[in-house]
């Protein structure tokens, strides 16, 4: 695009040199206006040509461009919800409102008991935070942080896996371009995994057709952390397929990849200043990345990416005898699998 500056050298250069073209002469203040407004226009119309082209998109410019010419919505972040154990005086009221926290974070519960003769409640409570913020380790849930009259004990028994962030631009326009590429029709393998990647919560996912005869259907899905789908979410793509599928497939299932735990060995040597603790929470960042791109894209670990991330983590100078999972090899990963984070020299 050119500069108003640029436009107006062209314009004095396309008037005759008889002429006085000085700056502050008539013929230069007089051609200044045109060429800033030429210059605007011009902006305007090069916006318009990028706004064609979706890789030029982002936020509601890309949702509204992709609606229009699919009717694909962004999927919408959630609130984390568990099942909490809160223990009490025979008799004590939970009531719809009242909060539970970790140390940084709350829980709302959604839902009224009360405590019974057994001296606890099971109690479903939701994240006051949308997104993934939500999801903590078991036990972490363990604070009142107002006082409730006869509450004494709170605890999550399971970790919190279901708060999802909203689907962001990039996974917005792979299925954008999964719809247009591998379209999904008359009951096809890519229409069951365009409708199973329609469900809030779902991060990816992989058909088998014909898993157990000619009418039957197997979707295995992840979710949106890249993780294995917990039981509610395997539910919900089942119910959701279900509403969907052609007439006369005998039998559907959906099921959650299993986890596979990629675990590291190696000996550290750190930078000055940092602990093995936080040098290895370090090292499990990065690997929660690595293996969340390769999620259901690649068939295997690579030893030597592994080697990479551990050495691109902070605090970090060099490593040695580095094992993944016990060998110096890359680790298959099944089509019926997903590759997780485990331990980093435990």
């Given at each position: 695009?050119?500069?108003?500056?640029?436009?107006?050298?062209?314009?004095?250069?396309?008037?005759?040199?008889?002429?006085?073209?000085?700056?502050?002469?008539?013929?230069f203040?007089?051609?200044?206006?045109?060429?800033?407004?030429?210059?605007t226009?011009q902006?305007?119309?090069?916006?318009?040509?990028?706004?064609?082209?979706?890789?030029?998109?982002?936020?509601?410019?890309?949702?509204?461009?992709?609606?229009?010419?699919?009717?694909?919505?962004?999927?919408?972040?959630?609130?984390?919800?568990?099942?909490?154990?809160v223990?009490g005086?025979?008799?004590?009221?939970?009531?719809?409102?009242?909060?539970?926290?970790t140390?940084?974070?709350?829980?709302?519960?959604?839902?009224?008991?009360?405590?019974?003769?057994?001296?606890?409640?099971?109690?479903?409570?939701?994240?006051?935070?949308?997104?993934?913020?939500?999801?903590?380790?078991?036990?972490?849930?363990?604070?009142?942080?107002v006082?409730?009259?006869?509450?004494?004990?709170?605890?999550?028994?399971?970790k919190?896996?279901?708060?999802?962030?909203?689907?962001?631009?990039?996974?917005?326009?792979?299925?954008?371009?999964?719809?247009l590429?591998?379209?999904?029709?008359s009951?096809?393998?890519?229409?069951?995994?365009?409708?199973?990647?329609?469900?809030?919560?779902?991060?990816?996912?992989?058909?088998?057709?014909?898993?157990?005869?000619?009418?039957?259907?197997?979707?295995?899905?992840?979710?949106?952390?890249?993780q294995?789908?917990?039981?509610?979410?395997?539910?919900?793509?089942?119910?959701?397929?279900?509403?969907?599928?052609?007439?006369?497939?005998?039998?559907?299932?959906?099921?959650?990849?299993?986890?596979?735990?990629?675990?590291?060995?190696?000996?550290?040597?750190?930078?000055?200043?940092?602990?093995?603790?936080?040098?290895?929470?370090?090292?499990?960042?990065?690997?929660?990345?690595?293996?969340?791109?390769?999620?259901?894209?690649?068939?295997?670990?690579?030893?030597?990416?592994?080697?990479?991330?551990?050495?691109?983590?902070?605090?970090?100078?060099?490593?040695?005898?580095?094992?993944?999972?016990?060998?110096?090899?890359n680790?298959?990963?099944?089509?019926?699998?997903?590759?997780?984070?485990?331990?980093?020299?435990?």
């Amino acid at each position: 695009m050119e500069s108003a500056q640029d436009i107006h050298n062209r314009m004095l250069t396309n008037i005759d040199d008889e002429y006085d073209k000085s700056n502050g002469s008539f013929i230069f203040d007089a051609t200044k206006p045109g060429a800033i407004e030429f210059s605007t226009k011009q902006k305007e119309i090069t916006d318009i040509q990028n706004k064609l082209d979706i890789e030029n998109l982002s936020d509601d410019d890309l949702e509204k461009f992709i609606y229009q010419r699919t009717g694909i919505t962004r999927k919408k972040a959630t609130k984390a919800t568990i099942r909490v154990i809160v223990s009490g005086s025979i008799g004590s009221q939970i009531r719809v409102g009242d909060l539970v926290g970790t140390d940084t974070l709350n829980f709302v519960f959604v839902e009224e008991k009360v405590i019974g003769e057994s001296g606890q409640a099971n109690v479903l409570v939701e994240c006051e935070l949308f997104g993934t913020i939500g999801n903590v380790p078991a036990n972490a849930i363990n604070k009142f942080p107002v006082t409730l009259s006869g509450l004494v004990n709170v605890y999550n028994p399971e970790k919190v896996t279901n708060g999802y962030d909203a689907e962001s631009d990039y996974e917005l326009k792979q299925r954008y371009y999964d719809k247009l590429q591998r379209p999904g029709k008359s009951g096809n393998k890519y229409h069951y995994l365009e409708w199973a990647k329609e469900v809030t919560g779902v991060g990816d996912a992989r058909v088998v057709p014909k898993f157990n005869g000619p009418l039957t259907m197997k979707v295995i899905i992840i979710n949106s952390n890249k993780q294995p789908a917990d039981s509610e979410l395997v539910k919900k793509v089942y119910d959701h397929i279900s509403e969907k599928m052609p007439f006369g497939v005998e039998e559907l299932v959906v099921v959650s990849a299993i986890g596979v735990s990629i675990n590291i060995t190696a000996s550290l040597s750190l930078a000055d200043g940092y602990t093995e603790p936080v040098v290895k929470e370090n090292i499990k960042e990065n690997m929660v990345e690595y293996l969340k791109r390769i999620a259901f894209k690649e068939s295997y670990v690579s030893y030597a990416k592994t080697g990479s991330e551990v050495i691109d983590s902070e605090g970090l100078l060099d490593y040695q005898n580095l094992l993944v999972n016990g060998s110096i090899a890359n680790i298959p990963i099944g089509d019926d699998e997903v590759a997780i984070t485990g331990g980093v020299n435990e």
